[in-house]
């Protein structure tokens, strides 16, 4: 995942311009520690990257100013106004108290800090082809609901955190186009065939 969603993060967090020398960054549900470790990078010397995950695990990468934290954003802000970038890809729509945690995710913030939210959303295969392709990714949202899987919860991100206080929020959607052994199709036959072993 990391390879395939890492560039298009950077690229956001780079039109924030608000990774540099001395920044204190956070990002919540980290993974494997890359997009963290790069981060680091950016906000050296000086700066701090803050990176929580429930699971610290997959960690691989280590920075001399990359600091690793174990621990879950609806339990509270990771720090109280501390960061001048807060960020998490791909976490909310599977946290089942998404509300409490945008609330301590914006709360983690220094006043006039960015935040960027990154959320898979599914519509774009309500009009996949083949229809045995749309049939498929249909089994699958309906699979995620059960499980209590929210591919809609970026829609909804914009009131949420206008509510919340922040300013200039914007948003952007990104469609993956893929054939067969691209990354992307790749990365979806890994993880079905790891939630079939499950």
């Given at each position: 995942m990391s390879e395939l969603l890492d560039p298009m993060h950077r690229?956001?967090?780079?039109?924030l311009n608000v990774v540099?020398?001395?920044a204190r960054t956070l990002e919540v549900g980290c993974g494997n520690g890359s997009f963290s470790a790069?981060?680091?990078e950016r906000v050296s010397p000086g700066g701090e990257?803050?990176?929580v995950d429930l699971d610290l695990s997959l960690i691989e990468v280590r920075a001399p100013n990359l600091e690793l934290r174990?621990?879950?954003?609806?339990?509270?802000?990771v720090e109280r106004g501390s960061f001048d970038l807060v960020t998490a890809r791909a976490v909310l729509h599977h946290?089942?108290?998404?509300?409490?945690?945008i609330k301590n995710l914006v709360a983690s913030l220094r006043p006039g800090g960015a935040l960027l939210l990154i959320e898979p959303?599914?519509?774009p295969v309500s009009v996949a082809e083949p229809p045995d392709v749309r049939a498929f990714w249909q089994g699958w949202l309906e699979w995620a609901r059960e499980r209590g899987v929210d591919y809609q919860i970026g829609r909804t991100l914009a009131p949420r955190l206008a509510g919340l206080g922040l300013i200039e929020i914007g948003g952007s959607a990104?469609?993956?186009?893929?054939?067969?052994?691209?990354?992307?199709a790749n990365y979806w036959t890994q993880t079905i065939t790891e939630l079939r072993v499950i």
């Amino acid at each position: 995942m990391s390879e395939l969603l890492d560039p298009m993060h950077r690229r956001h967090i780079e039109a924030l311009n608000v990774v540099k020398p001395g920044a204190r960054t956070l990002e919540v549900g980290c993974g494997n520690g890359s997009f963290s470790a790069w981060l680091a990078e950016r906000v050296s010397p000086g700066g701090e990257a803050v990176a929580v995950d429930l699971d610290l695990s997959l960690i691989e990468v280590r920075a001399p100013n990359l600091e690793l934290r174990q621990g879950d954003i609806v339990a509270g802000p990771v720090e109280r106004g501390s960061f001048d970038l807060v960020t998490a890809r791909a976490v909310l729509h599977h946290v089942a108290d998404a509300k409490t945690a945008i609330k301590n995710l914006v709360a983690s913030l220094r006043p006039g800090g960015a935040l960027l939210l990154i959320e898979p959303d599914f519509l774009p295969v309500s009009v996949a082809e083949p229809p045995d392709v749309r049939a498929f990714w249909q089994g699958w949202l309906e699979w995620a609901r059960e499980r209590g899987v929210d591919y809609q919860i970026g829609r909804t991100l914009a009131p949420r955190l206008a509510g919340l206080g922040l300013i200039e929020i914007g948003g952007s959607a990104e469609t993956a186009i893929y054939n067969g052994g691209s990354p992307w199709a790749n990365y979806w036959t890994q993880t079905i065939t790891e939630l079939r072993v499950i």
